[in-house]
DNA sequence: CGAGAGCCTG
DNA sequence: CAGGCTCTCG
């Protein structure tokens, strides 16, 4: 579910989950728990926007992701351990343009700005799309 | 005042 | 992941 949207509203969210009755205490855990998948995709993003940067590269389009980048390998060992549905290529569209942003605000040292991933967050959220209505048959988060 | 983002920690 | 804390916003 992740890999089609990173900032589900919390009504949204709950819609995939068909079979749990929430309350106030469950549905901030299920808050928190996509909060944490975002901070994980956040956190490889700039991992690998400032090796990019160490391994000299020096233009934004040599910068790629593909299903067999280090960096999506890491994202789907983390979201898809068993590997059992084929991300969309949306995600990996999306997952380059985030390392772009990172990319560019590191070069630009943007960095020294305490809320500098703000601006990127914000490009971000607008690249949601509609998540499969299968995914709400079952759990499968 | 409560929900949720964001950051840090265990 | 879950807890905890600060901060923003309706």
């Known amino acids: 579910m992740f890999f089609y949207t990173r900032y ?3 009504n949204v969210l709950k ?3 068909p079979d749990v009755k929430f309350n106030r205490c469950i549905t901030s855990q299920l808050i928190k728990w996509f909060s944490n ?3 994980f995709y956040y956190i490889q993003m700039e991992k690998f926007a400032r090796q990019a940067i160490v391994d000299g590269i020096s233009d934004v389009k040599d910068i790629t992701v593909s299903r067999d ?3 999506f390998r890491a994202l789907n060992m983390h979201y898809n351990k068993a590997n059992d549905f084929h991300v969309p290529d949306r995600f990996l569209e ?3 343009i985030t390392l772009h942003e990172f990319y560019n605000a590191i070069s630009a ?3 020294s700005d305490p809320s500098w991933k703000k601006a990127i967050y914000k490009v971000i959220c607008k690249l949601d799309s509609d998540v499969p209505e299968e995914f709400k048959t079952s ?3």
Request: glycine share 0%; charged share 30%.
């Open 139 to 141: 759990s499968y988060l």
């Open 69 to 71: 980048s280090e960096l």
């Open 109 to 111: 040292t943007k960095d």
């Open 94 to 96: 999306v997952a380059e």
């Open 37 to 39: 998948f975002r901070e």
């Open 8 to 10: 589900p509203s919390s």
């Open 15 to 17: 819609t995939f989950f």
